[in-house]
Each structure stands twice: as structure tokens, then as C-alpha cells.
């Protein structure tokens, strides 16, 4: 059964840095594109970037480029994210998603299996 388990969430100071992890089960091996997501309380789920495993290419929304990298590890698939530079706009719920799909989609509606997320607290 496809699975998706997140970690490293925690609480830190506005400046400070995290890195998420997310480790995928063997059954997403094969799929093409693996991505995170955020959301906030009363806020719908942003897209923050994805790795499309076609080619290694690590791909970025605006609003976090810069700051946070996305990253896999080859041999087992985990994929990460190092957060630099932490606001207190960036508090939220962090979650890894997996697609089918050929391509990295942006909507949260493309993704076929999700982690259970892991909470990021930036205080100021």
C-alpha cells in the first residue's frame, strides 16, 4: 500500500532553519512526481514544490524559492525539505504528496496519497 510518513516538524525562531523529511513506501517508487504541500489554519493547502523523478529536476513556488530546497535521496527514495530562513507566516501543517501522473501538477487535487503531515511552529 502506498505510504507517505512525514518528520522533523518542530518549533523554532523567526530566522531559524528545518528539515522535513519524507519517507515514501516502496510502492511510490515508480511514480513520477513527490511534493509538498503546506496549510495553514483556516487556509486551503499551498503547493511549496516538488521533485519530478523523471529527471531530478526540484521545482519551487515564488513564495519559497530561496529559502527552501527540495531534495531525494537516491537509493531510498525519501524526499526532503531544508527550510532556511524561517518566518512566522511559514507556521503551519507541512505534508508530502505523491502523483502518478508524467508531470508535477500544482493542485492538491492531482495527488494520489498523502503523509499525515508534521507541524512547523516559527515563533517571532
Known amino acids: 500500500q502506498a505510504q507517505l510518513v512525514e518528520s522533523g516538524g518542530g518549533s523554532v525562531q523567526a530566522g531559524g532553519s528545518l528539515r522535513l523529511s519524507c519517507a515514501a513506501s516502496a510502492d511510490t517508487y515508480n511514480w513520477k512526481c513527490i511534493a509538498w504541500f503546506r496549510q495553514a489554519p483556516g487556509k486551503g493547502r499551498e503547493w511549496l514544490g516538488a521533485f519530478y523523478r523523471g529527471d531530478g529536476t526540484p521545482y519551487y513556488a515564488d513564495s519559497v524559492k530561496g529559502r527552501f530546497t527540495i531534495s531525494q535521496d537516491s537509493a531510498n527514495k525519501a524526499l526532503y525539505l531544508q527550510m532556511n530562513n524561517l518566518k512566522p507566516e511559514d507556521t503551519a501543517m507541512y505534508y508530502c504528496?505523491?502523483?502518478?501522473?508524467?508531470?508535477?501538477?500544482?493542485?492538491?487535487?492531482?495527488?494520489?496519497?498523502w503523509g499525515q503531515g508534521t507541524q512547523v511552529t516559527v515563533s517571532s
Open positions: 504528496a505523491a502523483a502518478r501522473s508524467s508531470r508535477c501538477p500544482r493542485s492538491s487535487s492531482d495527488y494520489n496519497v
